[in-house]
Nanobody, 128 residues
């Protein structure tokens, strides 16, 4: 059974930084694309960043460009999100997501439906 487990969330002051990690269980687990989404209270889950596992191609939501960095460690099958210059609007539960092993070029991988597996989420709270 595939499991994605996020860690690294917490409370930070505005302007601070956090690094989220997402560990995937199972050495044989593979996915074409992995991403980060977030959901603030009362809002829909939204795309944050995505990385194509084999090529390292990256895309970000406009709201986090220049502040957040997505990365991967293929040897550890792990995904990361370095978040700098955090603002109160970044407060949300952050979710790690993984697609199926097949890459579909027509997909943007910015939609919830593009992913097959989800972590349980980790809370990030930014105080002003």
């Amino acid at each position: 059974q595939v499991q994605l487990v996020e860690s690294g969330g917490g409370v930070v002051q505005a302007g601070g930084s956090l690094r989220l990690s997402c560990a995937a269980s199972g050495r044989t687990f593979s996915s074409a694309v992995r991403g980060w989404f977030r959901q603030a209270p009362g809002k829909e889950r939204e795309f944050v960043a995505t990385i194509r596992w084999s090529t390292g191609d990256i895309d970000y939501a406009d709201s986090v460009k220049g502040r957040f960095t997505i990365s991967r460690d293929i040897t550890k099958n792990a995904l990361f999100l370095q978040m700098n210059s955090l603002q109160p609007d970044d407060t949300a539960v952050y979710y790690c997501a993984a697609s199926s092993p097949i890459y579909y070029g027509a997909r943007s991988y910015k939609r919830i439906g593009d992913y097959a597996y989800w972590g349980q989420g980790t809370q990030v709270t930014v105080s002003s």
